[in-house]
């Protein structure tokens, strides 16, 4: 069975958001993304996985080692789809302000 597995499901994870910003300064093995965890092996190749999946992380095979790489691409999509809310909260917060500085001032 294969499993679309949601963007938005794998990076509410702390942990998987975690790894994406160890990722996103360098490329890493498992391992060495593990050693920044204190959770088995098993369950930080389980968040790899999922950000595989997602397409947030790409693999790529040198010798017997795979380093894990952040998509940049499939990480801008994301950036993409947030910006319209991330502006909406702008705006309003920015008119809440307003309102709280006359109110402030009567």
């Known amino acids: 069975m294969n499993l679309r597995r949601d963007v938005f499901q794998a ?22 993304i593990a050693s920044h965890f204190d959770t088995a092996r098993p369950t930080v190749s389980k968040h790899l996985q999922i950000l595989t999946e997602c397409e947030l992380l ?9 380093h894990y790489h952040i998509n940049a691409k499939k990480m801008k999509e994301v950036a993409e789809f947030i910006e319209p809310f991330r502006k909406m ?10 309102v709280m500085k006359n109110y402030k001032n009567k």
């Open 11 to 32: 990076i509410a994870d702390p942990t998987r958001r975690a790894i994406l910003l160890l990722v996103a300064a360098q490329a890493m093995t498992a391992g060495a």
């Open 58 to 66: 790409k693999q790529e095979q040198s010798g017997r080692e795979i």
């Open 89 to 98: 909260w702008d705006d309003r917060f920015n008119l809440l302000e307003t």
